[in-house]
């Protein structure tokens, strides 16, 4: 308790006596054997690191700026991290998301085996050696192609004083609203915990692309991750998922912001008639999203005038829902002082620390 | 406007580039073939080191499905966002008119000799003496 009121009442800048909570921010291991201490074999071996193999950014990944001075990946510097990200900005909490990339394994022995290791591995340095003041809070990495195993992995940390959320990829074979992955959110709701999901392994390994075939090209791919976000939420909704688990919570990460309020007001629409269909849809589609739905910020859209931004965070009803976050260290990091206009200061308390807070019960 | 002596010109060749710090700014100077430039250290997106970023070429218009590489090494691109800018104006590519970096003359200026060695008559001068100038 002692180190979340010191952290609540740190200055940042402009005055405010709050810090951030940045709900997305990737740590790194500095080498694969690092994950493979972890691992038991026959995995050890067979384990040589996982990316995500295609669509690599033909620029940069990461931002440049953001590799350690005594070399290794972005993100895999605990001290760097803190002095470009948590001290710079006056952080709070930094959420954060290892890039496990399991969920594209067409074994799911292997893709769960990977999930669990970055678990131990995050549990034992960010969360635990790296994390002396408490400022990093951690997510569970669930291989959600093998639902019942992923919720025996959440059991496995719940109650663990660091890990706040259960995290996995947006790429999938199927909507998340779908049956099959009910024993993963039955974990979560069980234990209180979150569900994140991030971009990552969308049209890779054994999940499907969500848009009409794979594009052909980076800026395509980057640009349509926010589809199979929508396909997601939409499938959330209408399968009823927050009515068998009424205290189920997501978070949609990375996968877009402006998009929400024309695809809720299409949603709304249908609704009107289609309901028919679901019939276990009790409320309008958009009246689950305060109660059960949380985004975060980062890649934020920026229409040429300002107001035209203010006004679609107002018909998101970004100052309950939204969350801010920078996606450090990578390539398309939302600076926190840079990325919004000039907000009402409720609503940048909201985004930048309460919505996290509350969510996150820190 | 203010003059500073940032350096020998010979230490700056062709294709490299150094970021000083001027009357409190930061600043990235370049040589590109020959030319020196000076920007702002920031990028007008937000406010990244710029001059920290590649120096590249880039892809120039050309027709759906044609590659046209050209502009090698008078092209900068953000460390952050990857955003590309012109070392010679410091306007972006992306968009010109609206979103550029702010640009400072600099100048290739022999340092006078009186000051260094007194008592030598003539001087012949080289390459090597010659300082680059940066005037904010």
């Known amino acids: ?362 | 406007m203010g003059r500073h002596v940032i350096g020998a010109a010979a230490d700056l060749p062709p294709g490299k580039n150094k970021i000083v710090t001027v009357e409190g700014r930061s600043v990235g100077v370049f040589n590109v073939n020959g030319s020196y430039y000076a920007l702002k250290n920031a990028c007008p997106h937000q406010g990244a080191p710029l001059c920290m970023g590649r120096v590249t070429g880039m892809t120039l218009p050309s027709e759906p499905g044609q590659y046209l590489y050209g502009r090698d090494g008078e092209i900068l691109r953000c460390p952050w966002h990857g955003w590309e800018f012109d070392i010679t104006n410091g306007k972006s590519i992306f968009d010109p008119h609206k979103c550029l970096v702010k640009t400072y003359k600099v100048a290739v200026e022999e340092e006078s000799i009186e000051e260094e060695s007194p008592s030598v008559e003539t001087y012949e001068v080289k390459v090597e003496d010659a300082k680059i100038v940066v005037y904010i």
């Open chain 1, 1 to 362: 308790m002692e180190q979340q009121v010191q952290s609540e009442t740190k200055k940042t800048r402009g005055g405010r006596t709050y810090g951030i909570i940045d709900c997305d921010v990737h740590p790194s291991p500095r080498n694969t054997d690092e994950i493979r201490f972890y691992m038991s074999q026959p995995w050890k071996d067979r384990y040589h690191g996982s990316t995500r193999g295609f669509f690599g950014n033909p620029v940069h990944g990461a931002r440049l700026d953001a590799t350690p001075p005594g070399g290794g990946p972005t993100g895999s510097d605990p001290d760097f991290l803190r002095e470009q990200l948590i001290d710079k900005y006056g952080h709070a909490y930094a959420i954060l998301l290892p890039r496990a990339f399991c969920n594209l394994q067409p074994d799911p022995d292997f893709g769960t085996a990977i999930a669990a290791a970055f678990n131990d591995w995050l549990a034992d340095t960010w969360l635990g050696k790296y994390n002396h003041d408490g400022v990093f809070k951690g997510s569970i990495t669930v291989n959600h192609q093998d639902p019942q195993a992923a919720a025996r992995e959440i059991e496995r940390w719940a109650g663990h004083p660091h890990f706040v959320q259960v995290m996995t990829d947006s790429g999938a074979r199927a909507p998340f609203g779908q049956r099959q992955y009910y024993p993963i959110y039955e974990a979560c709701e069980r234990h209180g915990l979150p569900f994140a999901i991030h971009p990552g392994t969308d049209g890779m390994g054994i999940n499907v692309q969500p848009s009409p075939g794979y594009p052909t090209h980076y800026i395509e791919w980057h640009t349509c991750l926010s589809l199979g976000f929508q396909a997601h939420l939409v499938s959330f909704l209408t399968e009823g998922v927050f009515e068998r688990f009424p205290n189920f919570k997501i978070v949609l990460t990375e996968g877009g912001v402006a998009w929400l309020p024309g695809l809720m007001w299409r949603l709304n629409a249908e609704y009107k008639a289609l309901r028919y269909e679901v019939p276990w849809m009790k409320r309008r589609p958009s009246d689950y999203l305060r109660d059960h739905v949380r985004i975060s910020s980062q890649p934020l859209e920026r229409p040429d005038d300002d107001r035209e931004l203010l006004q679609m965070l107002d018909m998101m009803d970004a100052k309950h829902i939204l969350m801010f976050a920078s996606d450090y260290p990578h390539w398309d990091f939302d600076s926190p002082t840079q990325t919004f206009p000039r907000l009402p200061e409720e609503m940048h308390r909201r985004i930048f620390y309460e919505n996290a807070r509350e969510l996150y019960n820190l």
